[in-house]
């Protein structure tokens, strides 16, 4: 099996094909071996999800995604604006979709969720010492606010009724560390 010592791909070139809430952007760029090669993805300012514990349970979001064409449950998540911090941005989704403000709220990891086509970085936090009070999604979104025993949560990953990478890696996260 060949092995190389440089994994690196150089930009050659690019344009930006549609700028909005993703930008699509296609590159040109020079391969390991001397070659070109075109490089299509989406250009993202990245996003945050938070995990809201309360004891043994955790708060899911419902609604739904019409790319999957699915209700699904999900930890609360969005883009972050370019004048945010992935805190802030953890902090507003949080209270946005659950209407929950924390006393206490840890970035625990971070994964990219689509490395083959998207820039995107997911920063994931842990929110606790929770507080209830009114939800403000954006106009767009219908949320069902979901409090759901972790061993539940655990047995709907099992069975496929939680499908979304983001929350199945912070329940498993916390699972491993609780």
Same mark, same amino acid.
């Given at each position: 099996m060949k092995h190389y010592s440089k994994? #690196?791909?150089?930009? @050659?070139?690019?344009?930006?094909l549609y700028k909005g809430i993703l930008n699509v952007k296609l590159d040109e760029v020079k391969l390991v071996n001397g070659h070109? $090669?075109? %490089?299509?993805? *989406? &250009?993202?300012? !990245?996003?945050? !999800?938070?995990?809201?514990?309360?004891? &043994? *349970?955790?708060?899911?979001?419902?609604?739904? %995604?019409? /790319?999957? !064409? #699915? @209700?699904?449950?999900? @930890?609360p998540a969005g883009k972050r604006e370019k004048t945010q911090t992935y805190l802030?941005? $953890? %902090? $507003?989704?949080? #209270?946005?979709?659950?209407?929950?403000?924390a006393r206490k709220i840890k970035e625990v990891l971070v994964f990219n969720p689509s490395n083959a086509f998207s820039n995107e970085e997911l920063h994931l936090f842990v929110a606790t010492g929770l507080t209830r009070g009114k &939800? $403000? /999604? &954006?106009?767009d979104e219908f949320i069902n606010l979901k409090r759901i025993k972790f061993e539940t949560a655990y047995k709907m990953v099992e069975k496929g009724q939680i499908r979304d990478a983001k929350t199945i890696i912070m329940l498993q996260w916390w699972k491993l560390h609780h």
């Open positions: 994994l #690196k791909e150089t930009r @050659i070139s690019g344009q930006t070109r $090669a075109s %490089r299509l993805y *989406f &250009d993202h300012l !990245g996003a945050s !999800g938070v995990l809201p514990v309360e004891g &043994d *349970f955790v708060y899911l979001v419902q609604q739904y %995604r019409y /790319p999957v !064409g #699915k @209700i699904t449950l999900e @930890i802030s941005c $953890a %902090r $507003a989704e949080l #209270k946005q979709e659950a209407g929950l403000t &939800d $403000a /999604p &954006d106009e």
